[in-house]
């Protein structure tokens, strides 16, 4: 749905959907890297990319985990 809106909402979408997510302390950290590099928050996607890089690699899922880490840097 979100790739019918202009660039410009689909930016503040992202940040409110990350912004909420991260407020309800809920959020799954692959998913709010995605929404914040989806904001244009890199730093923060970063963060939690590497979050989730973490925690596949606590579950073993190595791939997963190196991909991840690449795209927390």
Do not use: C, N
């Amino acid at each position: 749905m979100l790739v019918r809106l202009p660039m410009h909402e689909r930016i503040g979408w992202h940040q409110r959907i990350a912004a909420a997510m991260e407020a309800s302390g809920t959020g799954d950290a692959e998913a709010l890297s995605l929404h914040f590099e989806q904001a244009g928050a890199v730093d923060r996607a970063a963060v939690y990319a590497a979050k989730a890089a973490e925690e596949a690699s606590g579950a073993l899922a190595f791939q997963r985990a190196a991909e991840l880490y690449a795209r927390a840097i």
